[in-house]
C-alpha cells in the first residue's frame, strides 16, 4: 500500500536535477521557479507521508518498498518510515523547500550572491543533496543505507567549495576528507555485521536485537559504525571540520548541514548502532557519555569566546549533539526520545539561526561580533527579534521546542538502563545541566553584544573579544576611518529589515519550534512506539 | 468553571502574541520607528488595550477561582477541593507527564494577587510609558509574565510548572533589559537570566527525583507517596528544589541578581517583587509543603539562609542611595521571612506574608515610580521634601512603609506578626534543631529593628528635608523620566490608591490569632529602629542617616562584596577556561587533525621521489626487485 510514496519522494528532485543536464538551455529561464516548483513537490509529497502514516503502527515501518538490488550481492532496494524516520523526512524536506524559498523567491532581489554565480549548478546540487539526504533517512537495507549517506557528501563539498567565503578551499577539503575517513571505518563495521549475520536487512537485524553476534564483534562493530557516525553527528573530538565548514558555506549549505546533515549521524545511531548491536551499544555507551558531556561543556565553553557569529552558532551544535548523544548513551526510552525529540528541534532552531546569521552578514558583510557593533533591535528590530527569538528556543527554554529534548536527555540519565552503572550518569546528569547553563550564558552574551546597546559606528576589528562582558563596554575612537560596513549593502541602499522571501522561509521555521515546544507529545507519540521496539522493551 | 484555570493562563498568553504582532503589523504601513508619532501612539493604545482587558478577565477568573475556599488556605483549614482537569498526557517512555491545570485553596489566594498585581502594573504602565515607542511588546511581555506566574500557580503537575518557572526567568530577562540601549541594562538582564537559570537546574533535578520516586509528576501524586519515600530521597529533593527557590526567590546565596534587577522600569520591579518570579520560589516551597517537613536537614538549611539572608539583606537595604534599591533588598529580606516561617513549619504564615507583602511591595514600587517619574533620578540624594508636592503618594507610601514595618494596624503588622509567633514555636516544638532555630528566631527579632530604621530613613530622605532643585532629566536610556513638577497622570495614581487599600486592611481579612506578647516586642522594636533613625537625621536632615552604621556602612552598601566574590570564583574562571579551550581546540585538537593531514602530504612527498619520471630510475628498481625474488626463492624453495 502507498509503496510508491517513498520511491516518489526520491524520483523527484532526482529526475529534476537529470532533466536539468539534459535541458540546460530550456530550463535556464524559468530556473528560480524550477527549484521552487521541484523542492514543493517533494515537500508536498512528504506532508502526504506525514498524513497518511498510520499513527497507531507508528512502531513498524510503512510504506516499504523491497526489491532485489544487486542480486549477487545480496543487496535490496529496500525503503520504508516509522516513527523515528518519518519527521526527519518532513524535515528535510521543509528545510530544503525553505533553502530554495530563500534562493528563489521575488526577481533579481533575493539570495542574490547565491544565485548570480552558476545558478543552475546550484539548483541541480540541491537537488542531488536531497536525494541523498531523504534516501538516508527512508533506507532500511545496511549498504543502501551507505549508499545514501555518501551520496549527501559529494554535493555538500561542491556547495562549499563554490559558493563558500574566503577560506572554501581548505574547509570543503577538511570537509569530505574527514567525513570520507569516518565513512570507511563505518563501511568496516557495517561488513562486519553483515559478514556475522549473513544479511543486510535493516529490520530484520533490528528485530534479532543482535542475536547471532558474540559480544566482543557487537562492541568492535558498534566502535566503527559509532565512530563514522560520530565523525557526522559530530561527537568532541571528532568536530573540527564543522566549524570550518560552517563558517565557509553559503547560507543554504550551513541551515542544511545543520539541520539534516548532522540528523543523519544520530540518525544511524537509532537505526542501526543501538538496535542491531545491543551488547555493544551497552559496553560502549559510558564512554560515548563521556565524550557527549564533554562536548556539552566544552562546546559552549568554546561559544563563550567565540567572535564569529557562525562560527558559534556551529560550536552550539556540538554542545547540542552532545544532549543527543546524551539520550542515545542512557539506552532507556527517555533518553532516546529525548535524543530524537533534540535532532528535530535542533534542526529547526539552528536552520533558523544560520539563516538569520546569513541574514546578517548578508548586510553587515561581516559576521565578527565586535564589529557588528551592537544595537541590532535598534537598526534591524525584526531581524534582532528573530535572533532573539532562535536563541532563546536553542538555549533551551521551556515552551519553545529545545527544551524536551534536552530535559529528557536529562532525565535519562538520571535512571539509565539497568546494565549501566547509575553514579556514572549521575555524574553526566549535572555536568550536562551545568552545560546547559553555560549555553545560555553564551546565547544571553551573544544577544547582548550583537542586539543590544547603542548602534554605533562599528569598530575596527580588533583584538578584543571578552572585553565587554565584565568591564565598562570600551569606548569607540572617533577617528574611525572609513564608513561603517553596514551602511549600503552591494545594490547601494541600505540594509532592509527582514525581507519578503526572508518572512517566507523562516515562518515556517518560528510556528513549527512553538508548535514543538508547546505540545511535545506531537513528537514524542511519534517516536515512543518506534522506540520501545527498538530497544526490545516492547515486541 | 472546572476550564477557570485554563482560560486565566491562556488568555495573557493569547495576549503577549496579540500584542507582539498586531500592532507593528498594522504599524506598518505608517512611517515606521517614529517615537511619539501618531502611529506609534496609536500602536501604543491598541497595545494598551490587547493588555489590559486579558489581564482583567484573568483577574475576574482567578477571583471566581477563589470566592469558593476564599482565605481558607491562610486559616489554616484544610479544603482539598480541586477544580480543573487534565488536558491529556504525554508519553516520554518513563514517567509521562499530565497537563493538569487546577485550582485549590493555596492556587486560589496567589492566583488573585498575582492576575490583581498584574493588572495594576499594566495599568501604571500606560501612563508611566506613554512615549516609549517599544511600549507593545513591553506590555505584551508583561502578559506573558502573569501567563507564566499563573501557569506555575495553577499547574497540576511538576513539569508543566516548569515550563511556567523557566517562561518568567525569559520574561525577567525581557522586561529588565527594555532599556538594552544602556549596557548595564544588558549586562542586568543577563545576570538575573543566569543566576535564577543555575538554581533552576536544581529545581529540574529535583523534580526528577520526585518524579522518579512517585512514579509520576503530577503534584497530587508525589503527595501522596511522600510518607512512602526513603528520607534520603526527600532530603536530596528537597534540597535540590530549594536551589531553584533561592534562584527564583532571590535568597541567600543566589540573591545577587534582585538588587540589579532595578534596572528595569519601576513598574516591572513591582511585578517581579510582588507578585510574579520572586513569590513563585515560596509558592513551591508551599505548595510541596509535606515533602519539606519530612525532610528535616533541608528545613534547617532553609533556616540558616533564610536567618543570614534576612538580616544581611536589611542592613545593606540601610546603606543603600538609590531608592529602588532599598526596597530591593528589602525584598530579599522580606522573602528570607517567609522562608524562615516556612522553616519554622508554619506554611500558611508564610504565604500570609506572601500576600500582604505582595500588595505592601507592589504599593512601595508603584510609589517609588511616581517619586522616580518627579524627581527625575533614583538617588535619595536628590530627593527631599517632595510631600507637599505629591501629596497622594505620600500617604500611599506612608502606608507602605509602615505595613513594611510591621506597625498596627497595617496588613505587614498581622503577617510578619504570624511569623514570629512560628518562628518562636519552632523553638519550642523541635520542628528545627535547636542552634537553626535560635539563629532563626534573633535574626528575625534583629531585622525587625533594622527594617524599622531602613524604612524610616527611606521615607525621611524621600518626603520630608529641604527640597532638592529638581534633577535634570535623564535623556536615556528610559524615555519615562519626565520631570513635569506635578503629580504623576491618573492612570499611575489610580493603581497606587488601589493598592494602598489592602496594604492596609488585609490584616483584618484572615482570623487574628494574635500572640500580644510577640506583637508587643515586635513593634517595640521596630520603633527603637526607626527611632534611631530619626534621631540621627534631626540631628542634620541632610546628612544620610545611614552613617550610624560606622565603619560598616561600606560593607553593607556594597552588599558584602558577594558580587566581587561571585566574579572572581565564578564568572572570570569561566572565562579564562573558555579562552584556554578556543586555543585547545585550534592547537591541540584541531592540531592533530592538521598536523595527520600535513603528515599525509610529507609522506606523499618522501613517496614521489620514487614517481619522478626517470626511467632508468624504474627500470633498476624492477631490475633490483626481480632480482631480490630469484634470490628470495631460491634461497627459501
Known sequence: ?539 | MTTFPLLAVLLPFLAAFAGLLLPRLLHRRGPAAEPGGVAGARANTRAAWIAVLPTAASAVLAVWLAWGPGFAFLNGEGTSSLTGRTYGTIVTGGVPISLTLQADDLSGVLGVLVTLVALAVQIYSIGYLRDDPRYPSYSAFISLFTSAMLLVVYAGDLLVLYVGWEIMGLCSYLLIGHWWEDRGNSRAAVKAFLVTRLGDVGFLFGIFVLGMAAGSFRVADVLAKVPEMSPATLVTATMLLLAGVAGKSAQVPLHTWLPDAMAGPTPISALIHAATMVAAGIFIVARLFPAFLAARPTLDVLAVVAALGMLGAALAALAQDDLKRVLAYSTVSQLAYMAGGLAAGSDTSAVFHLVTHGAFKALLFLCAGVVIHHAGSNLMSQMGGLRRELPVTFAAMTIGFAALMGLPPASGFFSKDSLLVAMDGALATGGLTDAAALLLHACALATVAVTGAYATRAWLRTFFGEAKPAALPEPAPGTAHVVTGREAPRSMLVPVALLAVPALLLGFAVEPHLAPGVAATSVVLALLGAGAVYAFWRIDPAADPARLLGPFRVPCERAFYVDGLYAALLVRPVMVLARLVVSTDDHVVDGAVRGSGRSARGLSGALRFAQNGNVQLYVSGLLAGVLLIVVGAVVFA
Open chain 1, 1 to 539: 500500500m502507498m509503496g510508491w510514496l517513498p520511491v516518489a519522494l526520491l524520483a523527484v528532485p532526482l529526475v529534476g536535477a537529470l532533466l536539468l543536464l539534459l535541458a540546460p538551455h530550456a530550463l535556464r529561464p524559468r530556473l528560480r521557479a524550477y527549484g521552487l516548483v521541484l523542492s514543493g513537490v517533494t515537500l508536498a509529497l512528504a506532508v502526504l507521508m506525514v498524513a497518511v502514516f498510520d499513527y497507531a503502527g507508528a512502531a513498524r515501518p510503512q510504506f516499504e518498498v523491497d526489491q532485489p538490488w544487486i542480486a549477487g550481492l545480496g543487496l535490496r532496494f529496500h525503503l520504508g518510515v516509522d516513527g523515528i524516520s518519518l519527521p526527519l523526512v518532513a524535515l528535510t524536506a521543509l528545510l530544503t523547500f525553505l533553502c530554495f524559498v530563500y534562493l528563489c523567491w521575488g526577481r533579481e532581489r533575493a539570495g542574490e550572491q547565491l544565485m548570480r554565480a552558476r545558478p543552475r549548478a546550484l539548483v541541480f546540487t540541491l537537488l542531488v543533496l536531497e536525494v541523498g539526504m531523504i534516501g538516508t533517512f527512508l533506507a532500511l537495507d545496511l549498504l543502501l543505507f551507505f549508499v545514501f549517506f555518501e551520496v549527501v557528501l559529494i554535493p555538500m563539498y561542491f556547495l562549499i567549495a563554490i559558493w563558500g567565503g574566503e577560506g572554501r578551499g581548505a574547509a570543503s577539503a577538511k570537509f569530505i576528507l574527514y567525513t570520507l575517513l569516518g565513512s570507511v571505518v563505518m563501511l568496516l563495521g557495517l561488513l562486519l555485521v553483515w559478514a556475522q549475520t549473513g544479511t543486510l536487512d535493516i529490520e530484520a537485524l533490528a528485530a534479532a536485537h543482535g542475536a547471532g553476534m558474540a559480544r566482543s564483534v557487537q562492541i568492535l562493530a558498534f566502535v566503527a559504525i559509532g565512530v563514522g557516525l560520530a565523525v557526522k553527528t559530530p561527537m568532541w573530538p571528532l568536530h573540527t571540520w564543522l566549524p570550518d565548514a560552517h563558517t565557509e558555506a553559503p547560507t543554504v549549505g550551513s541551515v542544511l548541514l545543520a539541520g539534516v546533515l548532522l540528523k543523519m549521524g544520530t540518525y544511524g545511531f537509532a537505526r542501526i548502532a543501538i538496535p542491531i548491536l545491543p551488547d555493544g551499544a551497552a559496553a560502549v555507551a559510558p564512554w560515548l557519555g563521556a565524550l557527549a558531556v564533554v562536548g556539552i561543556v566544552y562546546g559552549a565553553l568554546a561559544c563563550l569566546a567565540q567572535r564569529d557569529l557562525k562560527r558559534m552558532i556551529a560550536y552550539s551544535s556540538v554542545g547540542h549533539m552532545g544532549f543527543v548523544l546524551l539520550g542515545f548513551a542512557t539506552l532507556t526510552p527517555v533518553g532516546v526520545n529525548g535524543a530524537l525529540f533534540a535532532n528535530v528541534a535542533h534542526g529547526l532552531i539552528t536552520g533558523l539561526l544560520f539563516f538569520l546569521a546569513g541574514a546578517v552578514k548578508d548586510r553587515y558583510h561581516t559576521a565578527d561580533m565586535p564589529s557588528l557593533g551592537g544595537g541590532m533591535l535598534a537598526t534591524l528590530p525584526r531581524l534582532g527579534s528573530l535572533l532573539t527569538f532562535a536563541s532563546i528556543a536553542s538555549l533551551g527554554l521551556p515552551g519553545l521546542a529545545g527544551f524536551w529534548g534536552e530535559m529528557l536527555a536529562l532525565f535519562g540519565a538520571f535512571q539509565p538502563a539497568n546494565v549501566l552503572p547509575r553514579p556514572l550518569f549521575l555524574t553526566y546528569m549535572v555536568i550536562g545541566g551545568l552545560g546547559a547553563v553555560l549555553t545560555a550564558a553564551y546565547f544571553l552574551v551573544m544577544l547582548s553584544r550583537v542586539t543590544h546597546g547603542r548602534p554605533q559606528r562599528p569598530a575596527r576589528p580588533a583584538a578584543r573579544v571578552l572585553q565587554e562582558v565584565g568591564g565598562p563596554p570600551p569606548a569607540v575612537p572617533d577617528d574611525v576611518a572609513g564608513p561603517p560596513p553596514a551602511v549600503l549593502d552591494d545594490v547601494g541602499r541600505p540594509p532592509g529589515d527582514v525581507r519578503t522571501h526572508e518572512l517566507l522561509a523562516w515562518t515556517p521555521l518560528v510556528v513549527l519550534i512553538l508548535l514543538f515546544g508547546l505540545w511535545p507529545g506531537l513528537l514524542l507519540s511519534l517516536t515512543t512506539p518506534a522506540v520501545l521496539t527498538l530497544l526490545g522493551v516492547a515486541s
